[in-house]
């Protein structure tokens, strides 16, 4: 069956530490995953995806398929951080379309 | 970038009535456009898959009669929710994928907070 575990739901630290939100995933196909970000009071964006292999606003994710991870990491969390994360699940190449969201990580970084 | 608008932001109405919100992608075309649901601090929960020109694909538990979705074009899917009930109250929220750009990416309208009396 197609899952994302998100297993934090809180995640809570201070400014200038370093964040790992992790992501597991349950696919027998090939996946494609992404990471989405929800700013309070805002709608969801697009953070990052595993096929660009790009650093946005300092975050990055590897996909490790032998350990089926998808964990989003930063070196030194900003205030600005602060908000719901999910990771997503998609069929990479496939007519699917849908994609399977985790339940979220609610990132706090204190002052 | 693409950009997804849904309307109305807010809605309130009375039990029995019917409401639609409609979501539109403004600078690109989606044939594939998807509704979801989301409960206060919880996550998204896809109710279906609307496809421009053909039938919705509902998924399991969402009931198609009482959800109605149409996509008549490819910058337009509305959702009509029948007959609501406060249970109905929710945050509904669309999403669309670039039919041109291919892959898996949606990009997603602002919601609609959706109050039933």
């Known amino acids: 069956a197609q899952r994302v575990t998100q297993p934090e739901k809180l995640l809570s630290v201070f400014k200038g530490a370093p964040v790992e939100l992790k992501c597991n995933y349950s696919?027998?196909?090939?996946?494609?995953l992404f990471w989405y970000v929800q700013y309070s009071r805002q709608r969801l964006q697009l953070l990052l995806r595993h096929i660009s292999r790009e650093s946005i606003k300092g975050f990055t994710a590897d996909l490790n398929k032998g350990e089926t991870s998808f964990h989003l990491k930063k070196p030194f969390a900003q205030e600005e951080d602060s908000a719901m994360y999910y990771c997503a699940l998609g069929n990479y190449g496939g007519a699917t379309n849908k994609l399977i969201f985790g339940t979220g990580t609610l990132l706090a970084v204190q002052p | 970038g693409a950009v997804v608008s849904q309307h109305p932001s807010w809605v309130i109405c009375k039990s029995g009535t019917s409401v639609k919100i409609e979501c539109r992608s403004l600078d690109f075309q989606a044939t594939t456009m998807f509704w979801y649901r989301q409960f206060p601090k919880q996550s998204l929960m896809l109710m279906a898959t609307?496809?421009?020109?053909?039938?919705?694909?509902?998924e399991q538990g969402v009931e198609k009669d009482k959800f109605l979705i149409n996509h008549a074009s490819l910058t337009l899917s509305t959702l009509t929710v029948t007959s609501a009930h406060p249970e109905d109250s929710s945050f509904y929220i669309c999403s669309a994928r670039d039919w041109l750009a291919g892959g898996n990416e949606q990009f997603f309208g602002p919601g609609t907070r959706l109050t039933v009396l």
């Open positions: 609307s496809n421009e020109g053909s039938k919705a694909t509902y």
């Open positions: 696919y027998s196909g090939s996946p494609e």
